[in-house]
Nanobody, 123 residues
Framework: QVQLVESGGGLVHAGGSLTLSCAAS????????MGWFRQAPGKEREFVAA????????YYADSVKGRFTITADNASHTAYLQMDSLKPEDTAVYYC????????????????WGQGTQVTVSS
């Protein structure tokens, strides 16, 4: 089992930037991939971005490509999501997640989740 602690998030104007971080602890030795999903009010949770912990694979949702950048620091077991050119439609609770499956793909949920952090983008 891996534990995830998120930080970052908050309120920003449209066009602004925010950075989320997600620190993993526990069974980080078997963690293969980390990333984020998000859930807006009244909507289902949707995939945002993910990265293999060794950086060999990176995935982005089409809605955030070119605006969001995901990175991982394997030494500290921390993933980061740099969010630029934010839009009001990016407003959601962002959930960090991790999975031990090397064959994980964005159509699957993560096996472990963080507590979530609110991102609000005002117009």
């Amino acid at each position: 089992q891996v534990q995830l602690v998120e930080s970052g998030g908050g309120l920003v104007h449209a066009g602004g930037s925010l950075t989320l971080s997600c620190a993993a602890s526990g069974r980080t030795d078997i963690t293969a991939v980390m990333g984020w999903f998000r859930q807006a009010p009244g909507k289902e949770r949707e995939f945002v971005a993910a990265i293999s912990v060794i950086g060999t694979a990176i995935y982005y949702a089409d809605s955030v490509k070119g605006r969001f950048t995901i990175t991982a620091d394997n030494a500290s077991h921390t993933a980061y999501l740099q969010m630029d050119s934010l839009k009001p439609e990016d407003t959601a609770v962002y959930y960090c997640g991790a999975d031990f499956r090397w064959g994980w793909d964005p159509n699957l949920p993560f096996g472990s989740w963080g507590q979530g952090t609110q991102v609000t983008v005002s117009s």
